[in-house]
């Protein structure tokens, strides 16, 4: 075995196992999945991947693999493939951890720019070699000092120069991590992450014994609707909506649902409450609840209702049941939007709303 060939087989093994990881709205989870053949590739695992709603360039999921202390000069290579929904303004890319040996308070992020022409961004399958040749590495760090490379996103170096850089070329990697989402605006949908390979070694795409354990159905029951100052019988609405038309539908209170990470969801019930009227006693109501995945886009919970004439006192309505997510709400992203909407019969009257505290909503999920 040559020189080389005996180097490259002391630093392969030195990977541990992918764990996944999230941010702010991104999510990161374990899926079997395979509606969209996600079983083309890989091991029937995959690492879904979701940056969702950009706000802050700090929203973000990701793969991270530990890494055992392999010097900066020995990492040569790495390629990935995974699945997207759809085009994205980033790809899927690798950030390179690493800090001082000799002193672990002083580390940095080297990452490659997820906007960089050569990195897949399109729906559908996509893959990437990472070429150390190519500019179009930056870094960030804590304690670095005396390096020849500067710091920050503007600063797009070659792998290959932090490789023999005065400072980097002594540190050691102790994390590798692909990842999906920074951006500052749009909605970033689902990557699924099928292959890894890292100097060679392929790092399998399924999660480690301790990530799945607590397989169990977990129910959450919410009350976002009406909330605000006590009162002596425990009833409480929202503001009052009034004045609406028969031009469109109004929302009477909208509430965000947060999901929690890395669970799917198993089921869905509702029970939806909310108090209307109309401003005189001739013309009907129109009303319904609505949800959706990203707070623009409505799916109807419950077809278009009608509150007969002489509506001209406040009366509960009421949708309640459980729902099969489709359409607008699927439910699959980190936080979900529910509201009642409700509309006069035509220009004759104005109809008023509130929504009511009693209403919730009751998910099951399942560890992904």
């Known amino acids: 075995m040559s020189e080389a060939e005996l180097r490259r087989a002391l630093r392969q093994g030195l990977a541990g196992r992918p764990l996944l990881r999230a941010g702010g709205n991104g999510s990161a989870v374990w899926t079997k999945q395979n509606e969209l053949s996600q079983w083309q590739k890989g091991t029937g695992w995959q690492a879904k991947l979701t940056g969702g709603l950009q706000t802050g360039s700090n929203n973000w999921g990701a793969i991270f693999v530990p890494y055992m202390d392999m010097k900066i000069p020995d990492f040569y290579s790495a390629d990935w493939s995974w699945l997207q929904t759809q085009l994205e303004e980033h790809g899927v890319n690798i950030v390179i951890w690493a800090q001082d040996p000799t002193n672990r308070s002083k580390r940095v992020e080297i990452t490659q720019s997820a906007s960089n022409v050569n990195l897949a961004k399109a729906a559908g399958w996509n893959s990437h070699a990472f070429d150390i040749e190519e500019a179009q590495m930056f870094w960030y760090g804590e304690g670095v000092v005396g390096s020849g490379l500067l710091e920050g996103a503007a600063n797009l170096y070659k792998w290959s120069e932090f490789q023999a850089d005065v400072i980097f070329k002594d540190w050691v990697i102790y994390r590798v991590s692909l990842e ?69 539908y109004v929302a009477i209170e909208t509430v965000t649902v947060q999901q929690p990470i890395g669970s799917v969801l198993e089921e869905i019930e509702f029970d939806l409450e909310m108090d209307i009227k109309s401003s005189s006693t001739i013309k009907h109501i129109k009303w319904k609840y609505q949800a959706s995945d990203n707070g623009s886009d409505w799916e109807d919970l419950i077809a278009e209702q009608i509150l007969a004439a002489d509506a001209s006192v406040y009366a509960t309505v009421a949708a309640t049941g459980k729902f099969a997510p489709t359409g607008n709400f699927l439910g699959t992203g980190a936080t979900f939007q529910v509201r009642g909407v409700i509309k006069a019969e035509d220009g004759v009257e104005t109809v008023s709303g509130k929504a009511k505290n009693t209403s919730y909503v009751k998910a099951s999920y399942r560890r992904a």
């Open 180 to 248: 999906q989402g920074w951006y500052s605006a749009g909605t970033f949908l689902p990557v699924w992450v099928v292959e890894l390979k890292l100097n060679g070694e392929i790092i399998p795409i399924m999660p480690a014994e301790l990530e799945t354990l607590g397989d169990e159905v977990v129910t959450v029951q919410r009350y976002p609707f009406g909330k605000g100052s006590l009162t002596t019988d425990g009833v409480q609405y929202s503001t009052p909506v009034t004045g609406i038309d028969e031009t469109a």
